[in-house]
């Protein structure tokens, strides 16, 4: 008896069945004539970190909250936690920890209320919130300024409060937009070290960046997002191998006497032009350079580095991540 | 195979977008009641201005007005005439304050609820839990004035009672009113509409004179203003003189509370979940 008469893996209501705590098919999102995500795949595996990276208005921000049931999506499938965020927004957000973009935290509590509060907006039992803030003070350690109000911690301090806040109800799964936009290098360290705690505990981490070291650093895998459409997928070194050379050399010229970018591309796989600079991709940069300055150009400077995320983008879309 | 089950929805609750209520609106006022611990001053005096008011008009001007007919013709001292009147206009004013200035700072400010709004609260909690805080507030300010009311002895009836709901139910009208108003407000300069709204109505229905100083024409716009009919209440309640006319006040604040709620829920929803 033949019973797969649809396909495999697809059920009788339209969405597509796998193990993916979020998984989306042809997801779009407009706002009246703008289109601000332009149909998307992504499937996020339990238990991986997975990124979202693109300039800023790529649509990073806009996916991500349609994954937190905060934004009606404008066509196509989505499925978080195996749940429709359109019709179980409540019992999704019940499970996930949101780590917005800009902090919000309640400016009128302490940084201790800020815990125990949230949690009862979650239903949990007054004692269990309050062991909860304390061990999650702990974690983002700010257990001497407990009883501080929001205002008088710093920039890093706030970010690592606003995401022990997103972990009071124990999520499955953890969006963060922009986890460490605006913070000191220290701080930075500091919260990637936290959020790499969270990864070995198993917690499935959902992160948008636009910088290409924190993408390298945190993900397991990642799309590179432009303009509303994923322009690439992969592992960060996997994406780096495929789009990119192994090694770049970075030339800086005196704007006299620069040359054109066509009389180096002899000397290297590609080659992209940026105001201040030229990037030759090339497999060995120090022979590169040794060819370069034996063809008789005379750099002002120049620097040997391994390709990064940044000229896998710099390559997708012929534009610098950050301007 | 069983069909999913759908649960059985309150009809009030079909007026409101779905998935938008989580049942959990008490947890916002225990956030407001932790957060006031804080700003006690400011809770505070919202207690004293109706008594200054009592105290200024009721005494002062009183002596030279002397006595006012009450509801039911019978003259009554000028400091008993206003008292019910302050009772309503300092739960109309507490209820709009709260609803106003506070809920747009939070809305556009402070993103709060943005916030709870990635909890399951949704904007059903927010607008109920918000209304619910401007509730308490005004009935415990009610309950303080109509305290005082009754030690300067300008309560005349048992009924007076009555006047802690009756001043809830009036704060309720507001709150739910407010807030719907101030989730169309874009910026600051709009809350001059709010005052432009509240401040003639405090002065002119009948809080401080009886409706008969008017012509016939200003009278019915007066009998059209949500504090008159709260003022007429109060002074029922307060004076004694009960009858069925009050049960058509109080329809009045139902009207209210149901527009109020079901149009801020539904803003709210538009202005948070886009």
């Known amino acids: 008896m033949v019973i797969a008469a649809r396909p495999v893996g697809v059920s009788g209501y339209g969405l597509v069945v796998s193990d993916a705590l979020v998984q989306a098919r042809g997801l779009r999102k407009s706002f009246g004539a703008f289109e601000a995500v332009r149909g998307i795949d992504v499937d996020v595996a339990p238990g991986e970190v997975f990124g979202f990276l693109g300039p800023n208005g790529a649509g990073k921000s806009s996916t991500m909250r349609m994954i937190a049931c905060v934004s009606p999506r404008s066509a196509g499938t989505l499925s978080v936690l195996g749940m429709d965020p359109g019709s179980d927004g409540p019992r999704i957000r019940a499970r996930i920890g949101v780590v917005p973009q800009l902090d919000n935290l309640d400016a009128e509590l302490s940084v201790r209320e800020n815990l125990e509060i949230y949690g009862r907006y979650f239903g949990l039992p007054r004692r269990h919130v309050r062991e909860k803030a304390t061990e999650l003070l702990e974690f983002a350690q700010l257990t001497e300024r407990a009883g501080d109000t929001v205002e008088e911690l710093s920039g890093g301090m706030k970010r690592r409060l606003t995401i022990a806040r997103s972990l009071v109800n124990d999520p499955e799964l953890l969006l963060l937009d922009e986890p460490t936009t605006g913070l000191d290098p220290q701080a930075r360290h500091l919260l990637w070290d936290r959020l790499y705690r969270l990864k070995r505990e198993g917690v499935t981490q959902i992160v948008t960046t636009h910088y290409m070291d924190e993408a390298e650093q945190l993900c397991d895998r990642l799309v590179v997002m432009d303009g509303g459409v994923i322009a690439a997928e992969g592992a960060p070194a996997e994406l780096i191998g495929r789009y990119s050379t192994r090694e770049v050399l970075e030339l800086r010229f005196d704007p006299e006497h620069r040359p054109s970018a066509a009389a180096l591309e002899r000397h290297a796989d590609r080659v992209e032009e940026l105001p201040d600079r030229f990037l030759l991709y090339t497999s060995d940069g120090e022979r590169t350079q040794g060819d370069v300055v034996g063809a008789g150009f005379v750099p002002l400077s120049s620097l040997v580095r391994r390709s990064s995320l940044e000229d896998v983008f710099l390559r997708l879309t012929g534009r610098t991540l950050v301007d | 195979m069983s069909a999913p089950t759908v649960p059985a929805v309150p009809s009030v609750w079909r007026l409101l977008p779905a998935g938008s209520y989580a049942g959990r609106a008490r947890m916002m006022m225990v956030r407001s009641a932790t957060a006031s611990r804080r700003t006690w001053p400011a809770f505070v005096s919202g207690f004293f201005e109706p008594v200054f008011y009592l105290l200024a008009m009721g005494t002062g001007l009183g002596s030279l007005v002397g006595d006012l007919p009450g509801p039911d013709g019978q003259p009554i001292s000028y400091a008993a005439f206003i008292a019910p009147g302050l009772l309503a206009a300092s739960a109309m004013n507490g209820a709009v304050f709260d609803s106003t200035y506070n809920v747009f700072f939070k809305l556009?400010?402070?993103?709060?609820?943005?916030?709870?709004?990635?909890?399951?609260?949704?904007?059903?909690?927010?607008?109920?839990?918000?209304?619910?805080?401007?509730?308490?507030?005004?009935?415990?300010?009610?309950?303080?004035?109509?305290?005082?009311?009754?030690?300067?002895?300008?309560?005349a009836s048992p009924w007076a009672l009555l006047a802690l709901p009756a001043a809830l139910s009036v704060a309720f009208a507001f709150a739910a009113v407010g807030m719907a108003a101030t989730s169309f407000m874009r910026s600051w300069q709009d809350f001059d509409l709010v005052t432009l709204a509240v401040l003639p109505m405090f002065l002119f229905s009948t809080t401080f004179y009886p409706l008969s100083v008017y012509p016939r024409w200003l009278q019915v716009v007066v009998e059209c203003l949500p504090l008159y009919h709260a003022v007429e209440l109060m002074r029922g309640l307060t004076t004694g003189v009960v009858g069925l006319g009050l049960l058509g006040h109080l329809g009045y604040f139902v009207v209210m509370v149901v527009v109020g709620v079901v149009v801020a829920s539904r803003r709210l929803e538009t202005l948070l979940l886009r």
């Open chain 2, 108 to 155: 556009h400010y402070a993103r709060l609820y943005d916030s709870m709004l990635a909890t399951p609260l949704g904007p059903v909690d927010v607008a109920l839990g918000e209304i619910g805080w401007a509730l308490l507030r005004g009935g415990l300010y009610a309950t303080a004035f109509l305290s005082v009311m009754a030690g300067f002895g300008l309560i």
